[in-house]
């Protein structure tokens, strides 16, 4: 093992383990009125009746438990966590700071227009930077992730075929794709056709040709693509789907590789989602707020979700009055905090921070494929982007598989790469480190990626049975999420 990088020291029991019977974690002061019996003030129905087993401990206990647990996580603060398409950038103290300040996070949603102009300001002119790095036209903020975004692109793709008098019944998405693209297309009422790619990880023209007749409402597609490789023909896709009358959707999930350097709408995009919480550096993970905002050319502006920030003389306000839209797409104004803490990445770097970003993004990755090309096998020759794909080709040989890499991994104090993703890579490892990672904690990567590589010849039974320096060994993932036993006392069928 090159260098022990543990960040997790401590055992811990269950919360219900440290439970004794009458200890309580507060203190009240005595009575001075007569008691009352809960159930005769308020009703039998408002009272909760005793949880059987609930824990009883102290509030040094509460503390320490949970403290302890959080020591657990492996988190960006803590190192590298280079899961490919999730581009897992360390997220700037100053987006937290601005975020925090008192008008912002005592807003209320139901704060009038007149009180709310600053807020307003503020997604006005997020909405105008994003529209620019996107090269479209009009951008709204309200969907709350990357798939929410998707949905609200494909809603307007059909308001507007409807509008133009052809309903169409398709959605093209390349094999490569992500997964929230097919689902999407479903959830919308789409079927959905696969594009191969061709040897080279890209879009096969020819067969998009074929596939691009007049039933085809839109292609979604990924640029760079989750194989990390630019879509070099992305203007001849477009051509070849406006011709047939259909839209070019983009998912910007990728736009770590783009920004400042080349805009969707320039490459003949109509409508495209941005993920917030990945290129914008806010928080990302665990199932916390996103934001998917979804940008659009002029053509598909009136379909956009309400209510729209419109400017007016007397300041900005909220336009309901848009007879074409598809209506609303979420409560409320999205999730604003995550806006504020992208507007602020935004603004803290200017354009030519945001471009030094990419170019950072692009060569940290080529990097990490240039230090591991002689160890692990390169299914594509392309340039890489912001993230590079390798297979387990040379450790199947061995009867080592992606995910015994991965898992090995966490013993070298790394969190894993994506594994197995995309699907037509046959074992992939896909690597994105992103442009927050300085050289040293990338050779480290590097090295420990290697070590692996050579621990994979001389002992693949250890790598099989990693990791071996945590708490549990391998759990059977797919029953922790079918039935995951939130109780001591559960056990599963
Ligand atoms: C992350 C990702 C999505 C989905 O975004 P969410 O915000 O997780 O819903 C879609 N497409 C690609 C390529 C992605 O990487």
């Given at each position: 093992m090159t260098r022990v990088r543990q960040h997790q020291t401590q055992d811990e029991l269950l919360v219900f383990e440290r439970s004794s019977p009458g200890k309580v974690g507060y203190q009240l002061p005595a009575l001075d009125v007569p008691a009352a019996d809960p159930v005769e003030v308020l009703g039998k129905e408002r009272v909760r009746e005793s949880i059987d087993g609930f824990p009883e401990v102290s509030e040094v206990e509460v503390v320490r438990h949970f403290t302890r647990l959080s020591t657990w996580n492996y988190a960006i603060d803590l190192g590298l966590y280079p899961l490919g398409s999730c581009t897992m950038k360390y997220n700037p103290r100053l987006n937290e700071a601005v975020a925090r300040i008192e008008g912002i996070v005592d807003a209320h949603p139901y704060q009038p227009e007149s009180m709310a102009q600053g807020l307003l300001r503020i997604q006005r002119t997020l909405e105008t930077y994003l529209a620019d790095i996107a090269g479209m036209d009009a951008v709204t903020l309200q969907p709350a992730a990357g798939a929410h975004g998707e949905l609200t692109g494909l809603l307007m793709i059909r308001s507007y075929l409807e509008s133009q008098g052809s309903p169409r019944r398709v959605v093209l998405i390349p094999d490569s794709a992500h997964g929230t693209n097919p689902a999407t297309a479903a959830i919308a009422g789409y079927e959905t056709r696969e594009i191969p790619s061709n040897r080279e990880g890209m879009i096969d023209l020819a067969a998009l040709r074929l596939a691009a007749?007049?039933?085809?409402?839109a292609l979604m597609v990924t640029n760079p693509n989750t194989v990390g490789i630019?879509?070099?023909d992305i203007a001849a896709v477009a051509d070849i789907l406006h011709r047939q009358g259909a839209l070019l959707y983009v998912d910007g999930a990728n736009m770590n590789a783009l920004?400042?350097?080349?805009r969707p709408g320039d490459f003949g995009a109509d409508v495209m989602h941005l993920n917030l919480h990945k290129t914008f550096s806010t928080p990302h993970g665990g199932g916390g707020p996103g934001a998917g905002p979804v940008a659009v050319k002029a053509h598909l502006e009136?379909?956009?979700?309400?209510p729209r920030i419109r400017e007016e003389a007397g300041g900005l306000r909220y336009d309901w009055?848009?007879?074409k839209s598809i209506g609303r797409v979420r409560a409320f104004y999205g999730n604003f905090g995550v806006l504020v803490r992208a507007l602020a990445y935004i603004l803290a770097h200017g354009g030519d921070g945001l471009r030094n970003a990419t170019v950072d993004a692009v060569l940290n990755a080529s990097y990490i494929r240039r230090g591991l090309e002689d160890d692990y096998d390169l299914p594509y020759n392309a340039p890489s982007m912001h993230e590079c794909i390798f297979s387990d080709a040379r450790q199947a040989k061995y009867g080592v598989k992606t995910g015994d890499i991965a898992k090995r991994l966490i013993d070298h104090g790394f969190h894993p790469y994506t594994v197995s993703f995309p699907l037509i890579v046959r074992g992939a490892l896909m690597i994105e480190p992103t442009e927050t990672e300085s050289k040293q904690e990338l050779d480290e990567f590097i090295e420990a990626m290697r070590a692996i590589a050579r621990e994979v010849e001389a002992d693949p039974r250890l790598v099989r049975s990693?990791?071996?320096?945590?708490?549990?060994?391998?759990?059977d993932e797919t029953l922790a999420a079918r039935k995951p036993v939130l109780t001591w006392r559960g056990t599963p069928e």
């Amino acid at each position: 093992m090159t260098r022990v990088r543990q960040h997790q020291t401590q055992d811990e029991l269950l919360v219900f383990e440290r439970s004794s019977p009458g200890k309580v974690g507060y203190q009240l002061p005595a009575l001075d009125v007569p008691a009352a019996d809960p159930v005769e003030v308020l009703g039998k129905e408002r009272v909760r009746e005793s949880i059987d087993g609930f824990p009883e401990v102290s509030e040094v206990e509460v503390v320490r438990h949970f403290t302890r647990l959080s020591t657990w996580n492996y988190a960006i603060d803590l190192g590298l966590y280079p899961l490919g398409s999730c581009t897992m950038k360390y997220n700037p103290r100053l987006n937290e700071a601005v975020a925090r300040i008192e008008g912002i996070v005592d807003a209320h949603p139901y704060q009038p227009e007149s009180m709310a102009q600053g807020l307003l300001r503020i997604q006005r002119t997020l909405e105008t930077y994003l529209a620019d790095i996107a090269g479209m036209d009009a951008v709204t903020l309200q969907p709350a992730a990357g798939a929410h975004g998707e949905l609200t692109g494909l809603l307007m793709i059909r308001s507007y075929l409807e509008s133009q008098g052809s309903p169409r019944r398709v959605v093209l998405i390349p094999d490569s794709a992500h997964g929230t693209n097919p689902a999407t297309a479903a959830i919308a009422g789409y079927e959905t056709r696969e594009i191969p790619s061709n040897r080279e990880g890209m879009i096969d023209l020819a067969a998009l040709r074929l596939a691009a007749d007049d039933s085809v409402a839109a292609l979604m597609v990924t640029n760079p693509n989750t194989v990390g490789i630019f879509e070099r023909d992305i203007a001849a896709v477009a051509d070849i789907l406006h011709r047939q009358g259909a839209l070019l959707y983009v998912d910007g999930a990728n736009m770590n590789a783009l920004v400042g350097i080349a805009r969707p709408g320039d490459f003949g995009a109509d409508v495209m989602h941005l993920n917030l919480h990945k290129t914008f550096s806010t928080p990302h993970g665990g199932g916390g707020p996103g934001a998917g905002p979804v940008a659009v050319k002029a053509h598909l502006e009136s379909f956009l979700p309400v209510p729209r920030i419109r400017e007016e003389a007397g300041g900005l306000r909220y336009d309901w009055d848009r007879p074409k839209s598809i209506g609303r797409v979420r409560a409320f104004y999205g999730n604003f905090g995550v806006l504020v803490r992208a507007l602020a990445y935004i603004l803290a770097h200017g354009g030519d921070g945001l471009r030094n970003a990419t170019v950072d993004a692009v060569l940290n990755a080529s990097y990490i494929r240039r230090g591991l090309e002689d160890d692990y096998d390169l299914p594509y020759n392309a340039p890489s982007m912001h993230e590079c794909i390798f297979s387990d080709a040379r450790q199947a040989k061995y009867g080592v598989k992606t995910g015994d890499i991965a898992k090995r991994l966490i013993d070298h104090g790394f969190h894993p790469y994506t594994v197995s993703f995309p699907l037509i890579v046959r074992g992939a490892l896909m690597i994105e480190p992103t442009e927050t990672e300085s050289k040293q904690e990338l050779d480290e990567f590097i090295e420990a990626m290697r070590a692996i590589a050579r621990e994979v010849e001389a002992d693949p039974r250890l790598v099989r049975s990693a990791p071996v320096t945590t708490r549990t060994n391998r759990v059977d993932e797919t029953l922790a999420a079918r039935k995951p036993v939130l109780t001591w006392r559960g056990t599963p069928e």
